[in-house]
């Protein structure tokens, strides 16, 4: 089987025998150190000047532990929605906030900059801006340098989701002015998903400590965590060494491949298979090619098909497995993930391929061959 | 090195290869299968007649989610006290629930079933009762049957923690009349320990629906994982891959060498680890050998020596890792754990010898050749 | 990088996770046991009724160890020479045998069952007959079954070499009448390439024990290794554990999957796979299609082009790996290898568009659309 | 279960985790590349100024193909025997060499280099001379460097066997003045045992190619590996992936811990190891102590006991698994490895209390208190 989905994707090999490594003792000094490393050199790949907040639970928790450690009761969230994600990052902050004001897009859509910078103006009194980077379930990206260069010049604290784009585009904290910066091992990095890596600002983490509703001794406690990177502390709860040992591999190869390279593999790959997809007569799901993500390609579902039928047949078919849209998305697009270890332009024809003889296998009229020769002309126009 | 701790403990080396198994999208059926078998493989370990319920993060996660899920505006909690784990759990409670009773033991100390039933009988409105079986921060355990039965004539939900116990000793939800077991698979069943495994009977899944407190679309909702074991279901949010594959190895190796098996050579392990700590020359923390663990061995630090300092010198001299205490018991107490891969009698001569050996080198005259005998005499009494 | 190769082949997870099982003493029980399992379960993958003989190097020093210990000075051998490897065991004949007589025809061809049968007649003293099955620098595969019937009726010993066609097509040593039949794990059974695996027949035995030129305490004798499968016999040397972990996982593999389903995938991506490079506008190697390989395709490298220069573009561009031909081969043809896990016919796909795109960057205008919808076309044909 | 046996040994976790690595085609830069460096870094720890000489199969083979390839019809060979393993190599010397001398001590004792000095004198014909370093089975070691001083002099070829003393101890070709050593991954280096590693120097390679016998296109064959190192060259047979994999973890481990760590634990623990078995009662198998291996304990079986009653008896009771001697040494004695990860002080303590419970089962009255203790001593002993 070839995964080719937006997550859990294909993990790298090396990160695969890092997971088999022995198990230490969290209180060692073995553990302590490699943690402390492990938290500096995440950093580094976040572009970041502090060590990187590390929590043991997949990012939906960290999402939610963000939500919950930031926002109080004193709270006005503009949260940004352009699909499924955006859209759930509300329902963490209707309880503990003040008010919760959503500028909503059609999720084939991008947020647009200056509807931020309306919105703003318009209500002074919003303290928390949050934004989806690639909303994934409708596979497009926000132009999140530009939002995050209107939410710097307001005040509010600017959060950001960039869980399945961080690693493979060239997103970090400091380039889009983001105070939490939430990201993962489980999509580009090419690891395992129970992670959450987050980047915290000082103006961040001073709001959280003036949070008066903020968790403690809890799993949704940031400031549980802040100071665990230090080989000189102890944990507040059990870290998932497992998974940490994986990011370590993960984050090691990320490096050692040199991001910008990482980064244009992503999008090479993406661009093959937009143009392939494209090209056997396919339409993209996003409302314009240019806000397509570089991690993943979601196309529509033909008229007369279904989504959970073109991916079973291409699983049945071509052992190939794409991934479902989700929850408003769900059935109404399929997604190509290119992430990690498939975010290489082979996969793109193997995406083309296998969705062209599904699509055919139930009566749409793909050109496959057409599809192929986008792909590859996509390819040798690349310099090598 | 050696790991002879209470947790994160030495992994079995084939949980540690299932950890590099492919990870699978985890909408895929060969994903959705898997899990199914492994709620329903799991609650064979359980002995449990209902799929066990699996949560994508440590048990300390494991029991807050069980805290907020199970715990409304309505419930009087009586929590049972003999350790640090027993006390932290009053935290959780204490936001949401009505009152918080506490009865507490001095943390050698066991709770007495007969002063449970007396509580309760004081304060018929106890709607639930929480234990720690094995308080590992003390290397005590409660006598749980008891209590359950005391508990279960009574009426009120039955919340078991045996994270450190359960595999490695006979214990399950059903023998002591639990309503919500928590265990998991980063103690005595050898694993990493990401994640928590529970057990939740129909009187307690009826308790948290009628919770009008309980969190939903959030890590602490038990609730969103309900139905998640079903193949035909997917998941309220990505379960860890990774870890899952290491608990599917983990619990096919408890019951492929079978339970009773297993047991005892935790409770040889830990008898002889006793017989030779005492014949050295030092003392069990807890008041009486009957209420010492079969999973950790508990000692006093002799007078005058420091904790770290001998855990220090078991570390250099011996590559022998042990535990501090924890919290309230931290620097009273030296730990050796007997889980998983080093419940076997040879590892009582390791802890032994290594602490008696560290000891001597902090200049208190440990009888390491009566300890070591004391080993031998009770591994030779041994049926083999 | 995707390894499309003749072998060295792409190892399946399981079989590399095997790989890192932990090493056995030779001298124990545990893997005394689990050696005589093995060489029985491999004797069921061979549908050969004695255990298996596993030799702990390469399946050349396998071949040369047949060599030696089966052909004496009173030998005369007739070797069947249709490729490279056909050719190279009349070197290891040589020193010993009384007389070696090839019978060979081009490296595209395939040996005639009649002029076998002819040669026969004429020398009537031949005792021994070798045949490689698919002789793999060519990628054509020898009538096994019908040389094998003209073999047994003269009388001569059979040696057959099915190193990469044993596990990719439906050969057993059984089926072609084979005294001694020669394969490995790596290959077909996508496992790691240092064991040699053998099937000998009685009569072989015999023939063996009666030469007075055979090696003893030596890497090239069989009959040190004769009873090594015994669990209550030791080894004459040492084996190689973690390689036989390896092969006992590549075989549980093979025999869970169900040889014939292996088979098929196999077939079908070759057929798929000749069907894509022709359309294209390449020459099979093979004289003919029919005696193409099931495991390897091998084609003409087109005029003015050199082999290196083309796998080295599949390669650079795609991260697709080709074989070049060996020894008198080379250079004149690319190999595709379908052996193990990338049997699968998508890998047809990734073949026919990588070598396409790569002929195309060499100036060579390969009909890649065509290519690819042959692949299709085949793969929809069959049933699925 | 723990072993301690005289290999194969217990291999190290990273090491394990290197043998899942996925095997690369053998013909394909990126392994070439690999390899070309593995035989760097051996080298490196050889000491050596030549790239390592890698056979593909365990260290038997290689001592064999040392013999074929070096030992021609012109050759007088001194064939130093002070135990089982040296007189082997005797075997594989007649067939091919003019005359073999041996000159034998009894196997407890070691070779005294005046005797060789004598020999040598008195038949200056002699152009080869052997040695086994630490004669496995008898877990003694000869003068090696005295020894080397000794032929240089004479100047006849030096061949090492150092298969189980190097990585152990300090010896190194260059010292011994050796001509060919030979060692390999499967004993101290703490990997598996399907490999060779030689050092072959300038004058044994002249040596070789004027040898009219030596084999060619065989596994016996030095020759045809001799320019594989190179990333430019191919392989004359199919190299073993997973092992090179292996390999090169293990030398990397050796290398990053530092060779003299690595020597003082193997030597710090064999010490203990004989004190601690001394002091409970049992004689060791050497005549002297001070030429007992610090990588192997070997011990003489008590008057009445039978050796696998021993090794049985300590693994069913204590999990630890023993040697027993090999050839004219079954029965006669235990050995205790001190290799790789296993050389380490504490498995001292493991060894003599597994093999004094074991003894005293047997109704041996080992004195297992004192055992321990002159352990204990001699780790408290050593500087930190």
Redesign the interface.
């Known amino acids: 089987?070839?995964?080719l989905?937006s997550?859990?994707?294909?993990?790298y090999?090396?990160v695969?025998?890092a997971?088999?490594?022995?198990?230490?003792?969290?209180?060692?000094i073995?553990f302590l150190t490699f943690y402390e490393e492990l938290c500096l050199k995440t950093a580094r790949a976040l572009k970041w000047p502090e060590p990187a907040l590390i929590l043991?639970?997949?990012?939906?928790?960290g999402l939610?532990a963000v939500a919950r450690s930031a926002i109080g009761g004193a709270d006005v969230v503009l949260s940004l929605v352009s699909g499924v994600y955006g859209k759930?990052f509300g329902?963490?902050c209707v309880p503990g906030c003040k008010e919760l004001i959503e500028l909503e897009v059609p999720f084939n859509e991008a947020i647009d900059p200056l509807a931020v910078a309306a919105q703003l103006e318009q209500r002074p009194d919003i303290t928390i801006v949050n934004l989806v980077h690639h909303d994934t379930p409708s596979g497009t990206v926000n132009p999140v340098v530009e939002i995050g260069r209107v939410v710097r010049r307001h005040g509010a604290l600017f959060l950001v989701d960039a869980v399945s784009s961080f690693a493979g585009m060239d997103v970090h904290p400091d380039d889009c002015g983001a105070d939490i910066f939430v990201t993962g091992p489980?999509k580009c990095l090419g690891g395992?998903?129970?992670l959450t890596i987050l980047a915290v600002s000082q103006r961040a983490w001073a709001h959280i400590e003036a949070n008066p509703d903020r968790p403690r001794?809890?799993?949704?406690s940031l400031t549980d965590w802040k100071d665990a990177w230090r080989r000189d502390q102890t944990f507040p709860?059990?870290?998932?060494?497992?998974?940490a040992n994986?990011l370590d591999a993960a984050v090691d190869l990320y490096l050692e491949e040199g991001p910008e390279r990482v980064w244009h593999r992503h999008a090479m790959t993406a661009a093959a298979c937009r143009a392939g997809v494209t090209a056997m007569g396919c339409s993209l799901w996003a409302a314009r090619e240019e806000i397509a993500a570089d991690t993943t390609t979601a196309l529509q579902v033909p008229d007369g098909l279904r989504a959970e039928e073109i991916i079973a047949a291409a699983?049945?078919?071509?052992?190939?497995?794409f991934?479902?849209g989700r929850g408003a998305t769900l059935g109404k697009l399929i997604r190509i993930g290119h992430m990690g270890p498939v975010a290489?332009?082979?996969y793109a024809?193997?995406a083309v391929?296998?969705l062209?003889?599904a699509l055919?296998?139930l009566g749409f009229k793909a050109d496959?061959?057409?599809g192929?020769?986008a792909?590859?002309a996509r390819?040798?126009a690349s310099p090598?």
């Open positions: 089987m070839i995964t989905t997550g859990p994707v294909s993990v090999p090396r695969l025998r997971l088999s490594r022995p198990v230490h003792y969290d209180h060692d073995t043991h639970a997949e990012p939906a928790v939610e759930g329902q963490w489980g395992p998903p129970g001794a809890s799993v949704l709860f059990t870290p998932s060494v497992a998974e994986g699983r049945a078919r071509f052992g190939v497995i991934s479902n290489e332009p082979i024809v193997v391929t296998a062209g003889g055919r296998e496959v061959a057409a192929v020769e792909v590859l390819i040798a090598e």
